[in-house]
């Protein structure tokens, strides 16, 4: 049996959607789907806000090896629960929520050792589709990573938990940190600048370099330090060295110079994700004399996500300075083209919107 909000709610009968569907590398079409059906301990949520960010520029660009396509486009959003299946909490209906991507199995290897974000089973069924008017939340993030919104946080700054979350994942990567040192962040996307709003409440000071001089201001809003690198290498001779260097570009050339640019006894973080089959290569004397720690980083659990929906709810941390624009479904091309060139940071849609 599925629990269902009263007719009301859905504001009219409705059987299909509208999505947008990546079909291949470069290709994407807007489709009219059956509109998903909860299975059990899953859930169904009819979207409010979709936030476009880096990975589905990149999924578009380039493919993921752990994305299958044809797939629904989309996963930072923020909705409101239609329905549940059998088995669900009838409680979620109609509650604001932002779902986790994955949902932690918490019984294997990597959940008991503390690293629930590289679960396999977690992963192996994730919450995507959020360009489209309602999106299926398996029954796992359900049951470990489904976060309801505090009243009062927009739509639009509720779905950025993913990304802040992220970034909170990092920064334990990187724990601990001298207090007061600097802490450079190589690149000037949105996720740069979401590593400069949370470096004070880290304690620490956050210098950004990127060939973006257009947003030294942006840097600057978010109590960062700007050095134009655009000039390349020459530039960040600039630089003081940094306790801490955080690559947020997914360049393997920059993964290779982060090195170069910490302190001895220093950590490089490679946030950014690189494309398929890249490699880096790393200075082996500088690692070795120098005692250079080189750490990944990848996706987040969710006691981070948790932990960022309260930095949202709370105006710690306020992302939505970083939205350019935000419009209807009919809007998402003209969006994914505009920030793929780099106009603007992050671009936001509104399904319900019409």
Known sequence: MVARLPFSVFR????????????GIGEYAERELPVPRPGPGEAVVRVHAAVICGTDIKLLKRGHARIALPRTMGHELCGEVAAVGDGGDPALLGAR???????????????????SNLCESGHADQTWGAFAE??????????????????GLPAAAAAFVDPLASVLHGWNRLRPLPRGSPVLVYGAGAIAFLWAATARLQGVRCVIAARRPERRAVAESFGADFLDVSGGRPAESGLAPAAAAI???????????????????GKVLLYGGCAPGATASFDAARLHYAEISLIGSFHSTPGEAAEALALLASGAVDPLPL?????????????????????????AIRPDAG
């Open 12 to 23: 009219f009968p409705i059987l299909r959607l509208r999505a947008f569907v990546q079909t």
């Open 97 to 115: 929520v932002v779902p986790g991507i994955s949902g932690p199995c918490g019984a294997c290897p990597e959940c008991l050792g503390g690293f």
């Open 134 to 151: 309602y999106v299926r939340v398996p029954a796992s993030v359900v049951r470990t990573n489904l976060h309801r919104v505090p009243e």
């Open 247 to 265: 690559d947020a570009t997914g360049d393997p050339d920059v993964w290779s110079r982060l090195p170069f640019l910490v302190s001895p006894g």
């Open 323 to 347: 939205l350019t624009a935000t419009g209807r479904l009919a809007d998402l091309p003209a969006f994914l083209e505009a920030q793929a060139r780099g106009d603007g940071l992050r671009h």
